[in-house]
């Protein structure tokens, strides 16, 4: 598979704790986000999506809440694993379709 | 990734020369794209399919053709590789109108080394 070598934000967590990672946006006109996990050397995976009528939603361990006022996008990661080592990074569309360069988060066991 | 496979998934090639990355699914989506990666950068849209033979430009096309002329395959095409284009591509697919959320399926990613 395929991954980048991208010198991004690193976050490093301890296995057990609860992670956030942030995202500013920058298009006050857009209307749905997601946030994407992607594990070395595979592809973007989608988590959880938002639309801006909704500040909060949650899914399995994760959560997403959206700011629109400082238009900022954060997720967060229960009891972070293992296996949630990877990159995250979010996405926003307004009249088009644009991804952040993401956060790389490190578990330690 | 299920229903959508990359070839070659690595590839590298001399500058001057043609490239053609192929991106092949099997889910019968309507939509198909093509992003790039580097580091720095969210992923870039190349190009794009909504249909077969119907393809339009993203924000990254210049130096890139695409084709479409089966549901299942979309190409792209570097008509002349430079070295500004080593970088891992990634094709996606999606069912949805505005090609979003848990219906935009990503590959594993080729990656292109010009030299």
């Known amino acids: 598979g395929e991954s980048v070598g991208l010198h991004l934000p690193t976050l490093s967590v301890q296995e057990g704790d609860n992670s956030i990672i942030n995202c500013a946006y920058s298009n006050s006109a857009s209307d749905y986000f997601i946030w994407y996990k992607q594990e070395s050397g595979k592809g973007p995976q989608f988590i959880i999506d938002i639309r801006s009528n909704m500040d909060k939603r949650q899914g399995q361990r994760v959560t997403v809440l959206l700011n629109k006022t400082v238009k900022h996008l954060s997720l967060q990661i229960a009891a972070t694993q293992p296996g949630d080592s990877a990159v995250y990074f979010c996405?926003?569309?307004?009249?088009?379709?644009?991804f952040g360069s993401g956060t790389k988060l490190n578990v330690k066991p | 990734d299920a229903g959508i496979t990359q070839s070659p998934r690595h590839k590298v090639t001399e500058t001057g020369t043609p490239v053609t990355l192929r991106c092949h699914q099997t889910e019968n989506h309507r939509y198909m794209y093509w992003y790039r990666q580097d580091p720095g950068h969210g992923l870039r849209l190349i190009h794009y399919?909504?249909?077969?033979?119907?393809?339009d430009k993203g924000e990254v096309s210049d130096g890139y053709s695409v084709s479409r002329s089966k549901t299942e395959d979309f190409l792209l095409t570097l008509e002349s590789a430079t070295s500004s284009q080593t970088s891992v591509y990634f094709c996606?697919?999606?069912?949805?109108?505005?090609?979003?959320?848990?219906?935009?399926?990503f590959g594993s990613g080729t990656r292109l080394t010009v030299v």
């Open positions: 399919s909504y249909g077969v033979k119907d393809t």
């Open positions: 996405a926003e569309n307004g009249n088009k379709f644009y």
């Open positions: 996606a697919i999606s069912d949805g109108v505005r090609g979003v959320g848990d219906g935009y399926t």
